[in-house]
Nanobody, 115 residues
Framework: VQLVESGGGLVQPGGSLRLSCAASGFTFSSYGMSWYRQTRGKEREWVATIDNPGAGTAYAESVKGRFTISRDNAKNAVYLQMNRLKPEDTAVYYC?????????WGQGTQVTVSS
């Protein structure tokens, strides 16, 4: 299993970013996918999940209404559209899949929200 995140960067408060995660090594369309984030000194925090058909989504309260998770099964990719970003959204964002009882993570992509 390989997960590769991209799309992070520096953005001003109120701005937007779109994160991407390219997946390989498993039957992507059969598994739910999630995004997590982590800031230094804190535990990794769940952000959003999308089910394997892509019809069901769930969000942490802190991002609900601002972030949107989506997937493209033809491209084996999952996305996180982040709007109205706040300084407290600053973190390393990770893509995640639970596959055959194993928990898999990408290398992460840094998102910094600052003026």
């Amino acid at each position: 299993v390989q997960l590769v995140e991209s799309g992070g960067g520096l953005v001003q408060p109120g701005g937007s970013l779109r994160l991407s995660c390219a997946a390989s090594g498993f039957t992507f369309s059969s598994y739910g996918m999630s995004w997590y984030r982590q800031t230094r000194g804190k535990e990794r925090e769940w952000v959003a999940t999308i089910d394997n058909p892509g019809a069901g989504t769930a969000y942490a309260e802190s991002v609900k209404g601002r972030f949107t998770i989506s997937r493209d099964n033809a491209k084996n990719a999952v996305y996180l559209q982040m709007n109205r970003l706040k300084p407290e959204d600053t973190a390393v964002y990770y893509c995640n899949v639970v596959w055959r009882r194993g928990n898999y993570w990408g290398q992460g992509t840094q998102v910094t929200v600052s003026s």
